[in-house]
């Protein structure tokens, strides 16, 4: 099955948004609905999120070709990526590179992450609930303060949550993520090894009180993608577009236009 995506906007260049882990494409329907004006815009759920199919392992590469699956060399796109998302589009881009006219990288870098593990305990908080017993999402807020205090971050993740007439069920797989987690939070360096470095323009986005982007991340990224320009966005944190939701789409909108 295709993923699911949402499309806005009926001409234009074309935009497509890739979301982090525990996002879905209708994180971005704010900036897509701003951007649609003047660009055709898709909103992709990734796999393992949202409405899009589940699989039976995560892999970078083969989120990359899903996605790729979705756009045409005939009508290359300015391509954005947050987090996971924007791993996966560093790597579709670098093996799809007639399919992005340009890409947009959202604090991340193309490298592996030691803090991941930290994401376990939300999903082991989340497999922790009750869904047969549970009544209102309130409960599900409740049961999930202790291993997730930022109302913030619980709300983000309570997205995910879903009632279908009496039942509710959790969007993501989280029982393949959980297990993938080193994954997720790693980079397929050794899959993409000679691969060409990427010769189109980048814009690389780091919120400045984000971990996710260092200074002595700048190495790899100019070796993959050496027009790379990077922008970092004060009062902003790993969650950029939505910490400073204005700012990131002015610097978006100037990148893409």
């Known amino acids: 099955m295709p993923l699911h995506t949402t499309s806005y906007g009926d001409h234009g260049s074309r935009i497509v948004f890739c979301h982090g882990l525990f996002g879905q494409g209708r994180n971005w329907t704010q900036h897509a609905k701003a951007l649609s004006a003047d660009h055709r815009v898709l909103l992709v759920d990734m796999p393992d999120h949202g409405r899009s199919p589940w699989s039976e392992r995560f892999s970078f590469l083969d989120a990359a070709d899903q996605v790729a699956e979705?756009?045409?060399?005939?009508d290359p796109v300015a391509l954005v990526g947050h987090s996971m998302g924007g791993k996966t589009a560093m790597a579709l881009t670098l093996r799809h590179p007639e399919l992005v006219e340009r890409l947009c990288v959202v604090d991340v870098a193309p490298v592996a992450y030691r803090?991941?593990?930290e994401f376990v305990g939300y999903i082991d908080a989340m497999l922790a609930i009750d869904l047969d017993a549970l009544a209102e999402r309130s409960e599900a807020d409740a049961a999930?303060?202790?291993?997730v205090p930022d109302p913030t971050v619980r709300g983000f993740l309570l997205q995910n949550l879903r009632r279908s007439?009496?039942?509710?069920?959790?969007?993501?797989n989280l029982e393949l993520l959980r297990d993938a987690i080193g994954e997720i939070g790693g980079w397929p360096e050794a899959e993409l090894d000679g691969m060409a470095p990427y010769d189109g323009p980048v814009l690389w986005i780091?919120?400045?009180?984000s971990r996710y982007v260092q200074d002595d991340h700048a190495d790899a990224m100019e070796r993959y993608f050496p027009k790379v320009r990077r922008v970092t966005v004060k009062g902003a944190g790993h969650w950029v577009h939505s910490e400073q939701p204005k700012?990131?789409?002015e610097v978006l909108r100037r990148f893409v236009d």
């Open 70 to 74: 979705l756009l045409d060399a005939d």
């Open 115 to 117: 803090h991941a593990s």
């Open 144 to 147: 999930l303060v202790e291993a």
């Open 165 to 172: 007439g009496d039942e509710w069920h959790w969007q993501p």
């Open 206 to 209: 780091g919120g400045a009180q």
């Open 247 to 249: 700012v990131f789409l």
